[in-house]
């Protein structure tokens, strides 16, 4: 008989040995907006009538702009999130965004988001975008990066006029703007 | 057959999907101070995203392909930045692939030699639908109107491929995969105008057409003008090209989709000709109004069974007209494919598939005559393909297989096997070993065409003939390839990726001239040309592909390939002056280099320099090319990115083809893309 030595789940190993070693991850930056955009679709209760509530289906992330996250948000394509397998849709402006439980702004132009913005105000659509200035202007969810962390503003008048709950687990992350 | 699903060869799966191997990658960097976690997002917990420090990931040169092939991938961003108005364009700048334009509208593409306008020895797929043409064995490039917006991207496979896709994967595969109807919802317009490049325009519309359907358009336009030729003079062979088509895919669970695609096309492009007939004058130089027209329908249906595999089936329906002085060519092509690719265990995929084609084809011209008629012949085949991988995928082993029944050749067996060792994160080695088949073109087999007509030199009969015929009993040309091949990612910023191979080739076609003799029914004295089984070959050569970002506003690519084909054919002159072709017609060294420069935020400079070496036959002789190209991008707004392209800038006096009479011109144009 060989001498084997007790076999530690290797997942749990390597847990401990990040824990040991690290105060915390590193990940990249798209990575991590790609792994925000997925939770919430996990944390979002979308209103009645607007897909998301029957079972199963399909969860529309939309993509508007030449959005620099692509190949990170190729890897949540086709995910479950709950019952619901992510989609992600790709357009420019002139689609219609009423397939859009979510959509990703990533145009630079201020003007040009808020054209998107006033044309989504009132449908239950979760607008997110990196600009500055994006959830002061009405959009739902900004994010920015501060001090090497990815940081959200929600703004929660814009959140309610969508008619979307965002939870609180996901609300205690972020820093509110009331505009 | 069947393009995008299994057999498309770049993955896009996500690097750590199995707990075990993301296990193992932590461990790798467990002591350094901030964890680069290789993780799938949506495996990160919210607080782990809530607290971790983020990175912006350098660009990297190349990501590290794990096929055990040679493979290079033209994406959706380049096609885009490429400000190129064909695909045989987009194709100079991969390594091993021969492109030269031949006038205004023709191409000739090869992969690893054999150039000519027609290569039969060169696969081209558009979602799993050959563009090949059965009855003269090669791919019309300029039939090929799918416009550059609708494509995903192309993988160009060099090496045999028959074991996967087929007879006539001999030296390569072209994948054109165009892009999912989610992708590409609203509208887009694109217009050029220009010098040689008269006008084009592409409009597409992509909407959704419920929940689970999305669908769009395009329509595509263009025109270009003469060249002139050598000698002085317009060479008479400008083109104009009209295309429509339609993508729609239905999502009817979460497990299933269901596609309906199709595409028609009316091309119209002049050429000269020479008319042969057996009554003096023999030969009459003619103006010759060119014509291809054709329409195509394509559904598939893929099921993913979660965990257990994926079923795929496929049906189409192509037809094509394409006329010429000489000849012309009805064809119809009816195919059903079927495919399922399931995990047998956590190291082992299999994949098997059936393959049933149909092909019907009327040859017809004024000095033309078919055995066959517009008959049709069927293929069947089977394909079986097991991936092994050990040591954490550390290690892939994969054996294929295809069995092809084709009516008038016969049964062909294609093996495959490849073996890749990813030494580490950096450094991977592949080797492969296959074997591949062309089989011959229905011209080959059956046809009679008047050629040539000469006095004869005697009383009586006072004409000869020379008649190109075809040959029932020709059988497939064999090659067998040995490949092997390295990846190394020197850092983030440069990459290598290089290839070896080998060839040998069996039972190659040659054009034999067989003896004279009195033709009773036409009275004259005949002499046929018939193509024989009677030619061997060997190439071998290296293709190397860099990718450079020596700064973060500059990226450099460099694809360098070297051939050496060696054909041995009988020694008659006949045989001798078409060995002379194939060793002199593609050139021994050929390079690419592209510098692109990111001006400022918005302004994109790309200087292309490609050089070939000079190409030879027994009776002429090119001298090596080097042409400059240029392409400057300005995102004037947000919606609109105009574009200056320029070809052929250091404006050669030559063809780029042996024989040939038409120089390429220089060519400037502008184009404009508005997404709205």
């Given at each position: 008989m060989s001498l084997q030595p007790p076999r530690v789940p290797s997942l749990v190993l390597a847990g401990l040995i990040v824990l040991a070693a690290s105060p915390a991850l590193a990940i990249d930056l798209n990575k991590a907006l790609a792994a925000y955009l997925y939770h919430f679709f996990n944390f979002t209760r979308w209103p009645e009538g607007h897909g998301l509530t029957a079972s199963g289906g399909f969860a529309n992330l939309c993509l508007l702009g030449d959005t620099q996250i692509n190949p990170d948000i190729e890897s949540i394509d086709g995910q479950m999130a709950g019952d619901k397998t992510l989609r992600i849709l790709r357009m420019t402006p002139s689609a219609s965004f009423e397939q859009c439980h979510a959509l990703f702004i990533d145009y630079r132009s201020a003007s040009l988001r808020e054209g998107i913005l006033a044309r989504t105000r009132g449908s239950p659509t979760l607008t997110l975008s990196t600009a500055p200035g994006f959830a002061a202007a009405g959009g739902v969810v900004e994010f920015a990066r501060v001090d090497d962390r990815l940081r959200m503003k929600i703004n929660t008048r814009a959140m309610r006029d969508q008619q979307l709950k965002i939870s609180s687990k996901l609300l205690n992350l972020a820093e509110i703007v009331t505009p | 057959m069947l393009g995008n699903a299994a057999r498309t060869i770049s993955s896009t799966r996500p690097a750590c999907r199995r707990g075990c191997l993301c296990a193992a990658l932590v461990l790798a960097t467990a002591w350094t101070p901030a964890q680069a976690l290789d993780q799938n997002p949506t495996e990160l917990s919210l607080d782990e995203l809530a607290n971790a420090q983020v990175t912006t990931a350098a660009r990297k040169a190349q990501p590290l392909s794990k096929t055990s092939a040679a493979v290079y991938v033209i994406s959706r961003e380049t096609i885009r930045d490429s400000g190129a108005t064909s695909i045989p364009e987009l194709l100079r700048r991969v390594p091993g692939v021969q492109v030269q334009q031949l006038d205004a509208s023709k191409w000739a593409v090869s992969i690893r030699g054999f150039n000519?306008?027609?290569?039969?020895?060169l696969l081209v797929l558009i979602d799993g639908r050959p563009v090949y043409d059965h009855t003269l064995s090669g791919v019309y490039w300029e039939a090929v109107a799918l416009p550059l917006d609708e494509i995903e991207r192309i993988e160009v496979i060099r090496g045999p491929g028959g074991a996967l896709w087929g007879a006539n994967a001999v030296n390569g595969v072209i994948n054109i995969i165009t892009r999912p109807a989610?992708?590409?919802l609203g509208g887009l317009v694109r217009a050029g105008v220009g010098r040689v490049e008269k006008g084009f325009a592409t409009a597409r519309h992509g909407m959704a057409l419920g929940e689970n359907a999305f669908g769009r358009i395009y329509l595509r336009a263009r025109n270009r003008d003469e060249s002139e030729r050598v000698s002085g003079g317009e060479a008479d062979d400008d083109w104009e090209q009209q295309a429509g088509g339609f993508h729609l895919d239905w999502q009817l669970s979460a497990d299933d989709t269901l596609s309906l695609q199709g595409d028609s096309y009316d091309l119209k492009a002049d050429q000269s000709s020479l008319r042969i007939q057996l009554d003096p004058p023999a030969r009459i130089p003619s103006h010759d109004a060119t014509h291809f027209y054709g329409q195509n329908l394509l559904g598939r249906w893929v099921h993913r069974d979660r965990g257990a595999g994926e079923w795929t089936v496929q049906v189409f329906q192509d037809s094509t007209h394409h006329s010429e002085l000489v000849y012309g060519v009805d064809s119809d092509t009816f195919d059903l494919d079927a495919q399922h690719r399931l995990a047998?265990?956590?190291g082992q995929e299999l994949t098997w598939g059936l393959g049933y084609r149909r092909i019907q084809s009327a040859i017809s011209g004024p000095n033309l005559t078919t055995v066959r008629g517009d008959e049709p012949f069927d293929v069947t085949s089977l394909f079986v393909s097991d991936q092994l991988s050990f040591w954490d995928d550390a290690l892939q082993l994969t054996l294929g297989v295809k069995w092809e029944d084709h009516e008038l050749v016969g049964e062909t067996v294609q093996p495959n096997i490849r073996v890749n060792r990813a030494v580490n994160e950096d450094w991977s080695l592949w080797a492969a070993w296959g074997k591949a088949v062309r089989t011959p073109a229905r011209s080959e087999l059956d046809v009679a065409l008047l050629a040539l007509s000469l006095p004869s030199g005697r009383p009586s009969p006072a004409l000869l003939g020379f008649y190109i015929t075809g040959n029932p009993g020709l059988e497939p040309e064999r090659m067998k390839a040995s490949e092997l091949g390295l990846r190394w990612l020197a850092s983030d910023k440069l990459s290598i990726d290089l290839a070896l191979f080998q060839n040998r080739y069996e039972d190659l076609v040659v054009s034999t001239l067989g003896p004279q003799f009195v033709d009773p029914a036409q009275g004259i004295l005949r002499q046929d040309f018939f193509p024989t089984n009677t030619g061997e070959a060997t190439a071998q050569g290296l293709e190397l592909a860099l990718h450079w970002l020596p700064l973060d506003w500059w990226s450099l690519s460099l694809n360098y390939a070297r051939i050496s084909l060696r054909a041995d054919l009988p020694t008659a002159s006949q045989e001798a002056s078409q060995e002379a072709s194939l060793e002199g017609g593609t050139p021994r060294e050929q390079a690419w280099l592209q510098n692109s420069f990111q001006l400022a935020e918005d302004w994109e400079l790309a200087l292309i320099l490609r050089h070939r070496d000079g190409l030879s036959s027994s009776t002429r002789s090119l001298p090596s090319r080097t042409d400059l190209e240029l392409n400057l991008g300005w995102q004037a707004a947000e919606q609109l990115h105009l574009g200056l392209s320029g070809r052929n800038?250091?404006?050669?006096?030559?063809?780029?083809?042996?024989?040939?009479?038409?120089r390429i011109e220089r060519s400037l144009y502008l184009t404009a893309r508005y997404e709205f």
């Open positions: - | 000519s306008r027609l290569n039969n020895k989610t992708d590409t047998l265990s956590p800038l250091s404006d050669n006096d030559e063809p780029d083809v042996l024989g040939g009479q038409i």
